[in-house]
């Protein structure tokens, strides 16, 4: 029986792809990552502030608590940008993502940095999904 490794869900996104994908839609270079790279932190605790760019976990659990929380921060002013998987069949896309928010489809799939099965840094590892930025307004409501 072969056994499966262990699968991380702790990928660092390019700095090249936020400075040209996510950073035009903010008004400063300053915002909030409430998902930082192999940290306890916990960003679903507290308030993200003026603007967030989310590359929230992929595993199905997180990935909905912080598209949720993504979702009532943008209520509440903050512009949110996230980094996510596509998945348009999902029941989270449909309620939250699709009526509240502005999705942009990226050509190609990003090349993350992290670490691989084997325990090495690599940095031209691919998602195994394509991706999308979802954008948030933050309109206050």
Not at 23 to 28: C, M, V, W
Not at 43 to 54: I, T
Not at 93 to 99: G, K, L, R
Request: aromatic share 12%; net charge positive; hydrophobic share 35%.
């Amino acid at each position: 029986m072969k056994l499966r490794k262990k699968m991380h869900d702790d990928w660092a996104t390019p700095n090249e792809f936020i400075i040209k994908y996510v950073l035009p839609y903010f008004d400063s270079y300053e915002y909030i990552d409430p998902c930082p790279l192999n940290s306890d932190f916990n960003g679903l605790e507290l308030d993200w502030g003026k603007q967030a760019f989310v590359n929230p976990p992929y595993n199905r659990k997180d990935k909905e608590l912080f598209i949720r929380k993504a979702y009532a921060e943008s209520k509440k002013g903050c512009k949110v940008v996230m980094l996510l998987p596509v998945s348009t069949s999902t029941k989270i896309f449909h309620e939250i993502i699709y009526p509240h928010a502005d999705i942009r489809f990226i050509k190609g799939r990003i090349k993350f940095i992290g670490i691989n099965t084997k325990g090495e840094k690599v940095t031209n590892k691919c998602g195994m999904h394509d991706s999308m930025l979802v954008i948030f307004e933050g309109t206050k409501q």
